[in-house]
């Protein structure tokens, strides 16, 4: 499996958009169209914000990762943050998802970031699990309870 920017495989925009469009946006009733979700995934990039990475195996597209400026309106001071973390059901539970997460680090170091955020509204666990520090809870228009972590680089 290889880990790498969308942008250099642009022939997985509208894959990527897919998932993400029916996972994201069509659960969580956002009202974006599925056409602004393409053009948001035909325009990341590898060095500037927005940056989507995909987990390729023989072509096909097993799962997906953002790193947005910011994911919480309501807390801009927090930047930049993990997002729409996506395996396909298919291949979840061979650890995809923890080496998209991983290479999304890698990257956000890269840019001289020394922290990530990401918000989760049901996993939680998940990411504690996993070393994320919980920061807080708040509430938005959509949700009552979003839990935000960091994790933070030496």
Known sequence: ????FLSNHPNNIKEVSEMI??????KTKSGMEYEDVVKH??????TILPITLVALENGECLGTVSIFEND???????????ASLYTKPAYRGRGIGQQLVARTIDVVKELGFKEL???????SEYYRNRGWIYVETVSDDKYEKINVFKIKFI
Do not use: G
């Open 1 to 4: 499996m290889n880990i790498d």
């Open 41 to 46: 995934f035909s325009n990341t990039r590898d």
């Open 117 to 123: 955020y990401l918000r989760t509204e049901h996993t």
């Open 72 to 82: 919480l309106t309501i807390r801009a001071m927090y930047k930049p943050w993990l």
């Open 21 to 26: 469009y029916k996972e994201f946006v069509v």
